[in-house]
C-alpha cells in the first residue's frame, strides 16, 4: 500500500456508498426546514438569522457524516491494517479526510445558494456564506476527526462523541456567523476570515495527529 | 368480475411474464399523451388572463405533484400489502417507486418555485402546501436511504413498509394544507365533483398531461420491478430461462 493507493481506494469506496453523503445532506436540509416551521416562516426573523441557522445545520451534519468516517474500517479490521501498514499515519487520516470533506462540502456548496433563497438571504451576503464554508468548514472536519476517532471502538459512540466535539465547534460557528452578520450591516468582515482561516490551520497542523493517536488507542 | 389475474401478480414470474407485455404500452401511450399535453399546452392554449403565459408551466407541475402524491400513496398502499399480507412485489413495488416518486416531488418543488418567482415574486415561501411537499420529499428520501442502508433484505423490506405507511399521514395534510390554512398557493385544479374553473382549452392538455405522466411512470415502474424482480429471483428456473432465452 502506498499513500496514492490508500487515496485512490478511499475515493472509491465514497463513490460506492453515495447514500451516506445523501443522508448528511438530507439531514442538513431537515435541520434548516426546522428552525422557519418551529420559530418563525417570516423574512424579519429569517433574514438576520439565516446565516447561523445554515452554520447550525452544517455542524450538525458535518457531525453525522465524520461520525461514520472510522466505522466500517474499524469493524472489518482495515483499520488496524492502516496502524501496521508502516505508513504514517496522520498523513493517511488527512488523505481520508480530504476525501471526505470534498464529497460533502460540493454539495453541501450546490444546495446553499438554495437554501438561502428558502432563508431570504440576499446574493451580497450568499457569498460572504459561501467564503465561510470554504474557510471554515475544514476546521469542523478535523476536529470532528479526532472525536471519531476516540469514540469509534464503542457502542454508542456517536451522542458521546457529539458532547465531546460540539464545544470545539463553536468558535468556527462564531466567527462565521459574525462574518455574515457583520456583512449583513455592511461592515467589513476580513478579520472574522482570518480567524477562520487560522482556527482551519491550526487544526489542520494538530487534529491529525491528534486523531492518529486516538485511533491507535482505540484498535490496540 | 375476474380478479384472478391480478392475485397472479402477486408472483414474481406473472408479474415479470405480466409486465412484459403491458409496460411498452404503458410507457409509450404516457410519453405519447405526455407530448401531446405539454405541446398544447405550451404552446396553444390561451394566456391566463392574470399570470399572462408564465403559467403554462402548470402543465408540468401539476402532472409532477400529483405523481409524487399517487406514488406515495401507492407506496403507503403497497407497504400496508406487504406487512399484512406478506405480498412478494410489494416490498419490489415500493423499492422500484421511492425514487421515482422522489424525483417526481423535486420537479413539482423546482417547477414550483420556478412559477413562484414571477406570481409570488419569491422563489420560496414557507407556505404550507410548499412545506408539506417538501417533507413529501424529504421522507422519500428516508425510504431510499434506509431501504440503501439495511444490507439484510428482509429487515430492509420491513422497515421500508413501516416506513412508507406511517408516511401515508403526510399526504391528506398536503391535500387539505390548501383549505385548513391561509395560503398562497392556489387551492386544487382538479376536483371530480365540480366543474373546472378553467375553460377547456385549458384543462384537457393539462389532463391529458397528467394521464401521460401517470403512464410514463406506470411504464418506468414496471421496469424497474421486473429488474428488481430478476435481481431477487436469480436462483429460480423460470429467471434462467428468461435470461438465455431473451438474453436480458
Do not use: D, N, Q
Given at each position: 500500500m502506498t499513500y496514492s493507493s490508500f487515496f485512490y481506494s478511499e475515493i472509491l469506496a465514497v463513490f460506492r456508498r453515495k447514500q451516506d453523503v445523501v443522508n448528511a445532506l438530507v439531514f442538513f436540509l431537515l435541520v434548516i426546514t426546522l428552525f422557519p416551521l418551529g420559530v418563525s416562516p417570516s423574512k424579519e426573523f429569517l433574514q438576520p438569522a439565516a446565516g447561523g441557522i445554515i452554520w447550525c445545520a452544517v455542524a450538525l451534519a458535518v457531525l453525522m457524516s465524520v461520525e461514520g468516517m472510522f466505522k466500517e474500517d474499524f469493524n472489518d479490521g482495515s483499520l488496524e491494517q492502516l496502524v501496521v501498514s508502516g505508513l504514517y499515519l496522520p498523513i493517511l487520516v488527512l488523505l481520508k479526510l480530504l476525501v471526505q470533506w470534498v464529497s460533502v462540502i460540493i454539495p453541501l456548496l450546490v444546495l446553499t445558494p438554495i437554501l438561502s433563497q428558502m432563508l431570504f438571504i440576499n446574493w451580497e451576503i450568499l457569498w460572504v456564506l459561501v467564503l465561510t464554508l470554504l474557510i471554515g468548514s475544514p476546521a469542523l472536519f478535523l476536529i470532528g476527526t479526532i472525536g471519531a476517532a476516540l469514540t469509534?471502538?464503542?457502542?454508542?459512540?456517536a451522542v458521546l462523541m457529539l458532547l465531546i466535539i460540539l464545544p470545539f465547534y463553536l468558535p468556527v460557528i462564531i466567527f462565521s456567523t459574525g462574518a455574515i452578520a457583520a456583512a449583513q450591516v455592511g461592515q467589513p468582515y476580513n478579520g472574522q476570515l482570518a480567524i477562520l482561516a487560522a482556527i482551519s490551520l491550526i487544526t489542520l497542523t494538530l487534529s491529525p495527529i491528534m486523531a492518529a493517536v486516538s485511533i491507535k488507542a482505540s484498535v490496540n | 368480475m375476474n380478479w384472478i389475474w391480478f392475485h397472479k401478480l402477486g408472483s414474481p414470474k406473472w408479474f415479470f411474464q405480466w409486465a412484459n407485455k403491458w409496460s411498452k404500452f404503458a410507457f409509450f401511450i404516457g410519453v405519447l399523451l405526455l407530448t401531446i399535453g405539454v405541446v398544447w399546452g405550451l404552446g396553444f392554449a390561451p394566456a391566463d388572463y392574470q399570470q399572462g403565459n408564465s403559467f403554462r408551466i402548470i402543465y408540468i407541475h401539476v402532472p409532477t405533484a400529483i405523481l409524487a402524491q399517487s406514488c406515495y400513496l401507492g407506496l403507503g398502499v403497497a407497504g400496508i400489502v406487504s406487512l399484512?399480507?406478506?405480498?412478494?412485489m410489494a416490498p419490489v413495488f415500493i423499492k422500484a417507486v421511492a425514487p421515482l416518486g422522489a424525483v417526481m416531488a423535486l420537479i413539482a418543488l423546482i417547477s414550483g418555485a420556478i412559477w413562484g418567482?414571477?406570481?409570488?415574486?419569491?422563489?420560496?415561501?414557507?407556505d404550507a402546501r410548499l412545506t408539506s411537499v417538501l417533507i413529501l420529499f424529504l421522507l422519500y428520501m428516508g425510504v431510499i436511504a434506509i431501504q440503501n442502508s439495511l444490507d439484510d433484505m428482509q429487515l430492509a423490506d420491513k422497515a421500508v413498509a413501516v416506513i412508507s405507511v406511517v408516511g401515508l399521514i403526510n399526504l391528506p395534510i398536503i391535500k387539505y394544507s390548501v383549505e385548513w390554512w391561509n395560503t398562497l398557493h392556489q387551492p386544487?385544479?382538479?376536483?371530480?365533483?365540480a366543474k373546472p374553473a378553467m375553460p377547456m382549452e385549458m384543462w384537457l392538455p393539462l389532463l391529458l398531461s397528467t394521464l401521460g405522466m401517470y403512464g410514463f411512470i406506470a411504464g418506468v415502474a414496471m421496469w424497474r420491478m421486473q429488474a428488481e424482480v430478476l435481481v431477487r429471483e436469480h436462483r429460480a428456473n423460470w429467471v434462467k430461462k428468461e435470461v438465455l432465452d431473451n438474453g436480458i
Open positions: 469509534v471502538s464503542l457502542r454508542r459512540g | 399484512v399480507w406478506r405480498m412478494k418567482k414571477p406570481t409570488w415574486g419569491a422563489w420560496w415561501v414557507w386544487a385544479t382538479f376536483t371530480i365533483t
